[in-house]
Structure formats: C-alpha cells, structure tokens
C-alpha cells in the first residue's frame, strides 16, 4: 500500500496531539513517557531552537548531548538512586537508572556553537540554526 | 506562523500560565530511626515558588511551574506550566518545628525529625 509521507505525517502529528490531550486531561503532564525518556519542549524563532528537557536531580557531569546528521539531538545520562543509609522505604516512585531522549529537529543545527545549561532541573539548550536553514528577507529589485 | 497568530498563542500560553496543569510529583518517601524523608521531583520550580506545610499530621506540598520562553514560537509541546500538588497522611509523630525542606536541582528534599516521643527506646532490661 502506498501512503503519501506528507498524508502520513500530518496523521502522525494529529495522532501524537491527541495524546497529548488525553495526557492533559488525564493530569499526566507528560509523565506518561516515564523518566527513561524525558518529555520535551522545543521552541523556536528564526536564531534557534531551543529545547528543554526534565531532568531533575540529575549532576550536568552524568548528562551526554549530542548532535548528529546536523539536526538529530540526543540526550542521554543516569540519575542515581537516593541511598540513605539505615532507611526503610516507604514509596520510591522517582525514576533511577539511565535515560535517553532523541529528537529530529526540522532544520540543522551548527553543532559547534550548542549551549546548555542547567536551571532548577531543567536542561535547556539552545541549538543555532545552520547558516543555510536561517531564514532569509530577500530583497526585490525595482523595475 | 505569522505574527498574529504566535501573539494569539503566547495569549493563550499566558493563560494557560495562571492556570496550569494539576500534576501529582513522584516522590520517594524513607524513614531512619530519627526521621522520616521524603524525595519530589518538581523540575522547573524555583524555590520562591513551592510551598510546603504540615498541618494536623498532613504535610503538603505545592510548587508552580511557569511557562518559560513565551515570547518564542511553539515547535514542541509534552509539559505545560504545572501546579504540582500532592499531599500524604503521616502516622509517626513529628516534631514540627524542626521540620525542614530545600530545594535543588527540582528536588524537593524534606526532613521531618520524628518527636523524641516516637523514637525507638532500647530498654535496659535489669537482672
């Protein structure tokens, strides 16, 4: 069967929105994607994106990010498990072990000049648009 | 997007911001023999803006999580500005005063000391 990509995506975009509203209303907040993946926020303007991800309690020395192919980002590291000595557990909901999150960005990035940083247990990166993916004004000639 | 239409979405992100989503925080919750500890994660909460409170044997916890970058464009949205909210029932009994709560990294850490009261005693047997 052949499927039109674009008719695919834009299926797969509304299929992964309504998710997302079913997650809202259900109060998930994007903990649905359990902290092995954690959830995302991208925004853009014509410099930019700039992504942020949850990683809270996570040391910036255990976090890897990468950028490969100009535009796939990838964020990996662990977090590791509060180990009081002499306790006695009574609920451990909060994720321990490795995580990973890769995300295709729609443009390319200059991987050279990503920042990141880390903010109340946010990462936040700012990947720069390639020069070539920067929006352009193009100017008109007049006759 | 033109710029219209990214000023009506950084409207509605800004009321979305006075509203939020309610989420409950994972937590972890232990217990020494001189305190009962408990874990949340509350990513993207300052410290100014979590509240935590016992009352009457009940210890709450509340954080607002505000939107950020609103003045950029949306590409990708899974979180949204969140109230965190949650709150547990605990049996020991705590010295309140001598409660304390810090914030790092989106980890709310809070001690409870448990009163000298409830504290396990060894007991000198005599013979």
């Excluded at chain 1, 909060?94 to 991987?111: C, I, K, M, N, S």
């Excluded at chain 2, 609103?70 to 309140?96: G, M």
């Amino acid at each position: 069967m052949f499927i039109n990509p674009k008719v695919f995506n834009t299926l797969w975009r509304e299929m992964e929105g309504f998710r997302h509203e079913f997650d809202r209303a259900l109060g998930r907040n994007g903990q649905s994607y359990g902290a092995a993946t954690p959830a995302l926020n991208v925004w853009e303007d014509d410099a930019a994106f700039h992504l942020e991800t949850d990683l809270p309690g996570v040391a910036a020395d255990s976090v890897d990010v990468t950028v490969t192919e100009g535009n796939r980002v990838t964020v990996t590291g662990e977090r590791k498990a509060a180990e009081p000595a002499n306790a006695v557990w009574h609920r451990q909901e909060r994720f321990a072990g490795t995580f990973t999150r890769e995300l295709a960005l729609p443009a390319p990035v200059d991987a050279d000049k990503v920042e990141a940083r880390f903010e109340h247990g946010v990462l936040k990166l700012t990947l720069p648009k390639s020069e070539a993916a920067k929006p352009r004004k193009i100017a008109i000639k007049a006759e | 997007m033109n710029n219209q239409a990214v000023a009506e979405r950084n409207q509605e992100v800004a009321e979305a911001q006075d509203v939020g989503v309610l989420a409950r925080p994972r937590v972890d919750v232990m217990e020494t023999e001189n305190e009962v500890m408990l874990l949340a994660d509350l990513p993207g909460v300052k410290s100014g803006d979590v509240d935590v409170r016992f009352e009457n044997g009940e210890l709450t916890i509340h954080g607002r999580r505000f939107a950020s970058n609103a003045n950029k464009k949306r590409a990708l949205t899974e979180y949204e500005p969140t109230h965190y909210h949650r709150s547990f029932r605990l049996t020991e009994d705590i010295a309140a005063d001598r409660i304390e709560a810090e914030l790092k990294a989106g980890v709310l850490t809070v001690r409870l000391p448990k009163a000298e009261a409830a504290k396990p005693r060894k007991i000198a047997v005599k013979g």
